[in-house]
């Protein structure tokens, strides 16, 4: 099954700065991969997703990229403001092709003003 | 998001007793989760359906027992709750293979 690890656990930015989370995989036929975003007391809800077909997606300030060959696959968001602070969550089929997903361990994000 | 709750929202319970958390999907989604979430291990998936009367395990079953008679609803009972099932419950839907999964608002349940 897939393993599905997440870092950092905890990241601090200035406002309008750049922030980075980077997940890695461990099945290489893994094909779908999601970004979550949780705000304090709230329910997770899917930002972006990205499938193996492509090697990145944008929607605003916020990317996804993939590296396939080592099996890691990143969130950036850009110019980042204070509704940015929330704890986001990657995943990964379980199995190939499956519906259920393994999620990383969580990053919460602080944006500082 | 109001197309997916959960009841109750909070929840005590004693060491022992049997729970029921309640999941209610008004969108007709094949697939609906129940996950459960604990500081330090993210989501974890505790059952999965794929539709009316399908359910399969996933991470972390034990101790949890689900049913699906109806494409909305996907009841998630502890049969002899625990202090180690402390924790918020999310369902989830998705209308396809791959695609989006919504979560309900959760449920606090602390067993005592």
């Known amino acids: 099954g897939e393993n599905v690890e997440q870092h950092p656990s905890t990241l601090s930015v200035q406002e309008g700065d750049s922030a980075v989370i980077k997940c890695t995989y461990s099945?290489?036929?893994?094909?779908?991969f999601p970004w979550y975003k949780q705000e304090l007391g709230k329910r997770p809800q899917l930002i972006i997703d990205?499938?193996?077909?492509?090697g990145e997606k944008k929607d605003q300030r916020i990317a996804v990229t993939l590296n396939k060959t080592a099996k890691h696959f990143s969130l950036h968001i850009t110019e980042t403001q204070p509704e940015d602070s929330a704890v986001y969550f990657c995943?990964?089929?379980?199995?190939?092709?499956?519906?259920?997903?393994?999620f990383g361990q969580g990053t919460r994000l602080t944006i500082n003003p | 998001d109001a197309g997916i709750t959960q009841s109750p929202r909070y929840k005590i319970t004693e060491t022992g007793r049997q729970v029921t958390l309640m999941c209610h999907q008004t969108?007709?989604?094949?697939?609906m989760f129940w996950y459960r979430q604990d500081l330090g291990h993210g989501l974890r998936l505790i059952y999965y359906?794929?539709?009316?009367?399908?359910?399969d395990k996933g991470e972390v079953p034990d101790g949890y027992v689900v049913s699906r008679s109806k494409t909305e609803n996907f009841p998630l009972t502890l049969e002899s709750a625990t202090r180690s099932q402390t924790s918020v419950y999310f369902c989830?839907?998705?209308?396809?293979?791959?695609?989006?999964?919504?979560f309900g608002p959760g449920t606090r349940l602390t067993v005592l």
């Open positions: 990205i499938r193996s077909n492509v």
């Open positions: 969108w007709s989604h094949s697939y």
């Open positions: 359906s794929a539709a009316a009367d399908i359910t």
């Open positions: 995943a990964a089929p379980r199995i190939q092709g499956a519906q259920k997903l393994v």
């Open positions: 099945d290489s036929a893994s094909n779908y």
């Open positions: 989830a839907s998705s209308s396809g293979h791959l695609n989006e999964q919504f």
